[in-house]
């Protein structure tokens, strides 16, 4: 199977956040905490050289702790600052402030030894289809916050939201990229809701799903739709199927169905807190991706 998906609005989309970017002191990056690396657009590093920078592992809520944490401090002794966050829960943002206060240190102090003071920071807001954005956008700006309209230079049609006299923001597009060079990244961002699921056949992304899940969680999928784990990934779909009453009306088992409960339950969280990758080890002869998850 070859996933690919780059529909023409995400190049559009590309060109108006290189554009944008020049505008921009801090660059907002949500990823999925499920598959940190894997939900990392590429071409952000590169665009957003020089500027300040802030990791969100959104959904953390559906991850699993252990590899929250681990997740934050691969990001941390990267530069970055992080932070775990479920975008739904404005009563976690508390940090949220600080920590972009923090992010751009350097263009503060640049400022006031400029004498200007008090002038926002502007944040754009990146990340892939489905990871939460419009989400973390309203959860953190509520109705309160004051649709500013275009400024002069910035692309029209992206969206800037004033948070308060401190900060203010630049919502984007979801945004993937053109080519998904390691297969495995694609079949993440399959099982995560990112790619628009009519272009995938779905029982093959069920049964990547199954394949992970049974080497990683072993027991999850016995537990949940009561599967024999040991049968091979084809016969667990059926089997979730009869679980599901996902039957075909001239007989046999709706296994396409079943593939999409399934999924709905993982993306929903029902099938418990799941991380489908671990940061690369570090060795002394330098990062291996020993840890990555591969189903
Ligand atoms: P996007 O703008 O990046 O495309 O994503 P969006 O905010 O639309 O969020 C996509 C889905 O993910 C939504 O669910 C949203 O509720 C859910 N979501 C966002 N952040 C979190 C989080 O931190 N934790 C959890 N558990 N879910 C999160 P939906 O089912 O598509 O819509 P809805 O019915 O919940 O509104």
């Known amino acids: ?78 530069g970055f600052q992080v932070m775990s966050i479920d975008a739904r829960q404005k009563a976690g943002f508390k940090q949220i402030h600080p920590i972009i206060r923090t992010a751009c240190q350097e263009k503060i102090e640049r400022d006031r030894r400029r004498g200007i003071l008090n002038r926002p920071i502007r944040a754009m807001v990146v990340g892939i289809p489905n990871v939460g954005k419009s989400t973390f956008i309203n959860s953190l700006a509520g109705k309160a916050a004051a649709k500013t309209g275009n400024k002069p230079g910035v692309t029209k049609g992206n969206q800037w939201i004033r948070l308060n006299k401190q900060v203010e923001l630049l919502d984007t597009p979801g945004i993937l990229w053109p080519k998904f060079e390691d297969q495995s990244v694609g079949l993440k961002l399959a099982f995560l809701g990112s790619i628009h699921d009519e272009i995938l056949n779905k029982d093959e992304i069920a049964a990547g799903l199954c394949a992970h899940l049974t080497k990683f969680y072993p027991g999850l999928l016995a537990e949940r739709y009561g599967c024999e784990e040991d049968a091979g990934v084809l016969k667990l779909l059926e089997q979730i199927a009869v ?41 002394p002869e330098g990062e291996t991706n020993g840890c990555d998850q591969d189903a």
């Open 243 to 283: 679980r599901r009453s996902c039957l075909r009306k001239g007989g046999g088992y709706d296994t396409s169905r079943a593939a999409g409960f399934l999924l709905d339950d993982f993306r929903g969280g029902k099938l418990g807190r799941i991380t489908l990758e671990f940061p690369p080890v570090t060795t």
């Open 1 to 78: 199977m070859n996933i690919q998906w780059y529909p023409g609005h995400m190049t559009k989309a590309r060109r108006a956040m290189k554009e944008d970017i020049k505008y921009i002191d801090l660059i907002i990056e949500l990823v999925d905490a499920r598959a940190p690396l894997s939900s990392r657009n590429p071409d952000i590093d590169e665009m957003g050289k020089g500027k300040a920078r802030l990791i969100l592992l959104n959904k953390a809520d559906l991850a699993d702790e252990a590899g929250n944490a681990a997740w934050t401090s691969y990001f941390e002794e990267k």
